[in-house]
């Protein structure tokens, strides 16, 4: 819709052109280079600092993947016997994913926290979830299911379940500077505006598609980082969060189904 609105505003430039007005206003030969080159060099910034952060979040919960097999895995193979607090765990390892999407996205986390108790959650979620895992190794080391070195083990996975969560509240609570993207609004007005004017004199009624063009391409781009600048969201460019927690309860609850081939 914009570029169309620019299209149209860019006639005005071809009427000035025709008419008796046309030494008026001319603009200096090579304005128009000189602005692309900036709103280039802008666009980019923007763009690169959006993917940036888009990467960061994919790489945290792809960190968050490993991390939730690995505890899985070394929670399989280090507690004996599997009991009901061992059952609790398995649960836990699987909600922290769907807790930490939800508390991402402020949405409701009834769903998320199934088959435990919603109503024992006191405060952060995702906190909450990790505290009660640490509260089970604690159990677990005092009642010598398992000894010191059993319990570091653990404890390398599941501390990187919150280090995950603030990278990812980081990314969410901070976006990009609001002062450059009104600056890079105001530019890319700017450039539009100019353009039509700049480029008469040599292409006449191309112009029109010219400007139509150029418009949308650049409107585009700042359109594409603001989409991609939320990565948590549900919509638009947002990860698959529902796809990545499905994988670690996948493989979170392969691995719990498997006997250790060696007993301790």
Not at 133 to 146: P, S, T, V
Request: charged share 20%; proline share 4%.
């Amino acid at each position: 819709m914009m570029s169309l609105l620019a299209a149209a505003y860019s006639g005005l430039a071809i009427w000035k052109e025709n008419s008796q007005y046309r030494s008026f206003g001319d603009f200096p030969s090579g304005l128009e280079a000189v602005l692309s080159l900036a709103i280039g060099m802008l666009l980019a910034f923007r763009a690169n600092r959006a993917f940036d952060r888009w990467w960061e979040a994919r790489t945290l919960w792809g960190t968050l993947v490993n991390a939730s097999r690995n505890l899985a895995v070394k929670t399989n193979n280090l507690v004996t016997p599997r009991d009901e607090s061992f059952e609790t765990m398995h649960h836990l390892i699987v909600a922290f994913p769907r807790v930490l999407r939800d508390s991402l996205r402020n949405a409701p986390q009834a769903e998320s926290l199934a088959p435990l108790r919603q109503d024992l959650v006191q405060g952060h979620a995702p906190s909450w979830v990790v505290n009660q895992m640490y509260g089970i190794l604690e159990n677990w080391k005092r009642d010598q299911r398992i000894d010191h070195a059993d319990f570091w083990i653990l404890d390398r996975e599941a501390k990187i379940f919150l280090e995950v969560c603030g990278g990812c509240e980081r990314i969410k609570n901070t976006p990009i500077a609001l002062s450059y993207r009104v600056f890079l609004i105001h530019a890319l007005a700017l450039f539009v505006l100019t353009l039509p004017w700049g480029i008469v004199n040599q292409f006449g009624y191309w112009t029109i598609p010219i400007t139509f063009f150029t418009s949308y391409f650049t409107i585009a781009a700042e359109g594409i980082a603001s989409h991609v600048e939320q990565p948590f969201t549900v919509e638009g460019d947002g990860l698959d969060l529902d796809g990545l927690c499905q994988t670690i309860q996948s493989s979170v609850d392969n691995i719990f189904e498997t006997q250790p081939t060696i007993e301790r």
